[in-house]
């Protein structure tokens, strides 16, 4: 988003009409800067640090303030002892103006023609760490030889991402996940897999094959969110339910707490692979025939005719491809 200066600001919601509750907006009658101002004031909780920051002087900031308290017709900012708190609202906004501004942001640097080659920008991929070990690593060895002014940032997934994807497609360039656990917007399909099961090398018990009596007698080893959901869901309409030791929020952890023990963990075949050699585990079929899984790039619709998001699927599709025929076996 540009750098506003204290000239630029021009302030043409009504001055003296209260913002009325529960009626739409007219975004036409606002200025864009007001986002601007507002995320500085709730984030500095200070008129003076919150200018200095967008280029204001401390009266237009306090003048920006005063037109936001109007508009919203709440304080916003409440002064205790010598600082300055956020209102219930002030927090509500908090957030939400963040988020706003990382869309106006994305919206305004949408680009009609990209190249690569000579383009210079960050791509934020929102991903598990088995998907930026599996694929991830081998995207990012692509853009660094066919791109060499892009940068890649992979943020974990977070626990909100089935609640509120909208939200956060809309504040990301994409997220990698696998078919079966959101839906309703656009996706590349990159790769498939499948899950497969591991048990220490010297398992006392487990020989070359599981059994269902196995999966439901011996202690688990599981990945504590949702995005498994489709394998989980698969093991309760067999009426497996898994006696869970361990839990943890990574997948690359699964085979290292596997070892050694008496445990078993469903994990993905290519990340079983991938580990093998740090890991003294072995790979066992599951006693039945599972599902698979289909890694996949979504994004948020806002971005489908945008130059710069065509070439990063296109790019992550052509990577995509060269691991498809292996199968995750």
């Not at 919203?72 to 956020?86: I, S």
């Not at 990698?176 to 790769?191: E, K, N, R, W």
């Not at 995005?227 to 093991?235: E, N, S, W």
């Not at 990574?250 to 075949?269: D, E, Y």
């Amino acid at each position: 988003m540009p750098v506003i200066h204290e000239k630029d600001v021009r302030w043409s919601a009504t001055p003296n009409t209260p913002y009325s509750k529960g009626k739409p907006v007219n975004l036409a009658r606002l200025d864009l800067n007001l986002v601007v101002a507002l995320r500085a004031l709730l984030e500095e909780r200070n008129v003076t640090r919150a200018g200095q920051r967008v280029g204001l002087s401390q009266p237009a900031m306090s003048a920006a303030l005063s037109r936001l308290r109007r508009h919203f017709d709440d304080d916003l900012l409440a002064r205790v002892g010598g600082h300055y708190e956020l209102t219930a609202l002030g927090q509500v906004l908090l957030d939400r103006t963040s988020t706003a501004y990382d869309v106006l942001e994305r919206l305004f640097s949408s680009q009609a023609e990209f190249d690569p080659a000579v383009e210079s920008r960050e791509f934020k991929l929102v991903a598990s760490d088995y998907a930026v070990s599996v694929f991830g690593a081998e995207l990012a060895r692509v853009v660094h030889e066919e791109a060499p002014g892009i940068r890649l940032r992979f943020a974990q997934t977070p626990p909100t991402v089935v609640d509120d994807t909208a939200t956060l497609l809309s504040t990301v360039d994409g997220l990698l996940m696998p078919h079966g656990v959101i839906s309703d917007f656009p996706a590349t399909d990159l790769y498939d897999d499948r899950w497969i099961f591991v048990v220490a090398d010297d398992h006392p018990t487990v020989t070359d094959r599981l059994t269902r009596q196995d999966l439901a007698d011996l202690p688990w080893v599981t990945y504590q969110r949702t995005y498994d959901a489709p394998a989980v869901r698969q093991l309760g309409m067999l009426g497996v339910e898994p006696r869970v030791e361990v839990s943890v929020d990574s997948f690359q952890l699964l085979p290292l707490l596997v070892a050694g023990t008496r445990r078993i963990a469903m994990v993905q075949a290519r990340l079983a692979r991938l580990l093998a050699p740090i890991a003294p585990v072995r790979v066992v079929e599951p006693p039945y025939e599972a599902v698979s899984l289909q890694e996949a790039l979504w994004w948020h619709p806002v971005h489908t005719h945008d130059a710069a998001h065509i070439w990063l699927r296109d790019t992550a599709a052509r990577v995509g491809a060269r691991l498809s025929p292996q199968h995750g076996g």
